[in-house]
């Protein structure tokens, strides 16, 4: 879905680097986005400050306002929100099952909620129509 998607991508996470390298090459994803991986260990204040996506933003080139997050925790969201970058909450993870943290996303107020990854293009598109971008 991501290199379909022709869009500068990156990984902004809590975990260490070698957690976030585990899970991209785990997951086959590896190769795709490295070297954009930021870690939490690289800013001063994590999550739910918004250092980490600031920081991911500027080593990316782009302007905050101009970034989409996609999140699955409520801390994530609400640094998403504070960094000043749109977010959509991912609930399709298989830690996000539990009901009580689905309600607790949405309250987190994401601009849209969905739980499949296939959706991803569709919703970008989306959000670029409704900001008046190509």
């Known amino acids: 879905v991501l290199a379909r998607l022709g869009l500068p991508c990156c990984v902004a996470s809590s975990g260490t680097l070698d957690r976030i390298r585990y899970a991209l090459d785990v997951t086959g994803l590896l190769e795709l986005l490295e070297p954009h991986l930021f870690s939490a ?3 001063a204040r994590g999550k739910p400050a918004p250092d980490l ?10 302007i905050p306002q101009n970034c989409l997050v996609i999140e699955d925790s409520p ?3 609400e640094a998403a929100r504070a960094a000043g970058m749109r977010v959509l909450a991912f609930t399709g993870g298989s830690h996000t099952g ?4 689905k309600a607790r996303l ?5 601009d849209f909620i969905f739980a499949d990854m296939l959706q991803l293009p569709d919703l970008i598109a989306g959000l670029g129509a409704r900001a008046g971008t190509p």
């Not at 996506?53 to 782009?62: S, T």
């Not at 539990?98 to 943290?101: D, E, G, M, Q, W």
């Not at 949405?106 to 994401?110: I, W």
């Open 41 to 43: 260990a690289m800013v």
């Open 53 to 62: 996506f600031l920081h991911a933003a500027a080593k990316m080139g782009a």
């Open 75 to 77: 801390a994530g969201i």
């Open 98 to 101: 539990n009901p009580a943290l």
């Open 106 to 110: 949405a309250s987190s107020e994401p």
